[in-house]
């Protein structure tokens, strides 16, 4: 792991400095990042993938624990820096990219170096990660919904973001990636970080968060996409009331009819806005509506 001079350092030797647009704000209290590392028990079999694997402090400590690291890095002098230092490890496979295809995908080729070292390995996928803020929830709601699916995620990010992941309902921060994680797994924020422990300081405070996923939990949805269009379909318009949102489906869900007697057998009010239903409410709507769009 590296401290803040050896990142200087390394930042300096490839000519460059950390962008704020980009998010680069460098973890570098090392005890936390231990802290990260410990709180998702890697085993020789497990994959991880790391996103925004800046200078490759972290990346070190993952590959010594991991089958295999996925990293992707978008700043093409930083992914510079990480092949460099990751040299001593053949289990490493690093992306100079994007990590998103588009908002609803991660890109293909990342998606793909992940399923063939599942399958040679045999474990788990894990999301371990000081994750950049414009991607964060983006990455973090595609590895739920699939076609690829983490088992588990320990991520830094920050703190408006951890409390959206762990949201319940009538809360402000209570929205899309909330639903997503209280109905496939469970959500853990184990430790608040000051803007003191990265470098630059960031203007807000960070999190460390980690989710679980449960295939009992999982199991309750029937088909998943229809159950991420039907909270896209409600959260879009969170202020209106059930009954006025369902004007605004398209699509498959414009072809779902009898919107009221969905509503009335899954239990919800249809005066209710869709800040207010709980997971459950939406996984109960999503399959009443998929016995409807599967015929």
Known sequence: ????????????????????????????????????????????????????PGTGS???????????????????????????????????????????????AIYFEILE??????????????????????AGSAVMANLITGPVTADAMVVTVQKEVAERMAALPDHDAYGTLSILMSATGHVHIFRKLPPSVFWPRPQVESAMVSYTRDPQKVAQIHDMDTFREIITLFMGHRRKMLKACVKFAAGRLGRVHGWNEIFAEAFVDPHHRPEQLSASDYINIANLCWEQIRK
């Open 113 to 134: 170096a992940v399923q063939r070292a599942r399958a040679e390995l045999g474990g788990r996928l894990l999301l371990v990660s000081n994750l950049p803020y414009g």
């Open 58 to 104: 972290m990346t070190e400590a993952l590959a010594e624990r991991a089958g295999r690291v996925i990293a992707v890095e978008y700043d093409p002098p930083l992914a510079r820096i990480v092949a460099a230092q990751l040299k001593p490890f053949a289990n490493v496979i690093l992306f100079n990219r994007d990590v998103l295809e588009n908002k609803n």
């Open 1 to 52: 792991m590296q401290t803040k001079q050896d990142i200087e350092r390394l930042l300096a030797g490839a000519g460059t400095t950390p962008k704020h647009r980009l998010g680069q704000n460098f973890l570098i209290d090392l005890n936390l990042m231990r802290l990260l590392v410990d709180e998702a028990h890697i085993h020789q079999q497990d994959v991880v993938l790391e996103v925004g």
